[in-house]
């Protein structure tokens, strides 16, 4: 059964840059069925997806994000990773990675996210 | 960013049918259909319904997906407890080239 896991720092500091990774398990990333994306959440608020990326590293990003957006994959690994620059407290947010079709909708495998807090 | 409409809430008494909407235009469900999460609170997402309304596997037939237009509707029938929950539908803007979620329907059981 397919698996996601995020990782990374649950602290930030303003200005800075967040990053963090999604490991695949118990299935290739390198599939040309889906795509990988990641989609965050803000206490209190409701969803909003950030970007996403095929295999081969090509990507979608959300315009009004994409300026400080960078999303990677790392085949070998199977992950893919975000990169979230000059970061401020309105990032604040629970991060999720999850598969997506190749149209872009999410599927039913997401990981348990992650909350990031950005404060000094 | 423009994204989908969806009722802040929907109140519902057990055993009863709720129909939750989700309202956008011909760029995102009118012309790409909706898929539908269920989200109970400290939770990660649950898929639905698939943008052209097929159930994941495991989901049960108590909730069904529809679109009529540019307004997709999630209907669940036998309101149970554990239905009480956040319910937020997806789709992908062309115009926008963007994913669009609404802002979501907390519903609650009665």
């Known amino acids: 059964q397919l698996q996601l896991q995020e990782s990374g720092p649950g602290l930030v500091k303003p200005s800075e840059t967040l990053f963090l990774t999604c490991t695949v398990s118990g299935g290739s990333i390198s599939t040309t069925r889906y795509y990988w994306g990641w989609i965050r959440q803000p206490p209190g608020k409701g969803l909003e997806w950030i970007g996403s990326i095929f295999y081969s590293g090509s990507t979608y990003y959300n315009p009004s994000l994409k300026s400080r957006v960078t999303i990677s994959v790392d085949t070998s690994k199977n992950q893919f990773s975000l990169n979230l620059t000059s970061v401020t407290a309105a990032d604040t947010a629970v991060f999720y990675c999850?598969?997506?079709?190749?149209?872009?909708?999410?599927?039913?495998?997401w990981g348990q996210g992650i909350l990031v807090t950005v404060s000094s | 960013q423009a994204g989908l409409t969806q009722p802040p809430s929907v109140s519902k008494a057990l055993r009863q049918t709720a129909t939750l909407t989700c309202t956008g235009n011909?760029?995102?469900?009118?012309?790409?259909?909706a898929g539908w999460l269920q989200q109970h609170q400290g939770h990660p997402p649950k898929l639905l319904s698939y943008r052209n309304n097929d159930r994941p596997s495991g989901i049960s037939e108590r909730f069904s997906a529809s679109r009529s237009g540019n307004t997709a509707s999630l209907t669940i029938t036998g309101l149970q407890a554990e239905d009480e929950a956040d319910y937020y539908c997806s789709a992908w803007d062309s115009s926008l080239n963007s994913v669009v979620f609404g802002g979501g329907t907390k519903l609650t059981v009665l």
């Open positions: 999850a598969k997506m079709t190749t149209t872009l909708y999410p599927t039913d495998s």
């Open positions: 011909s760029n995102n469900v009118g012309n790409q259909g």
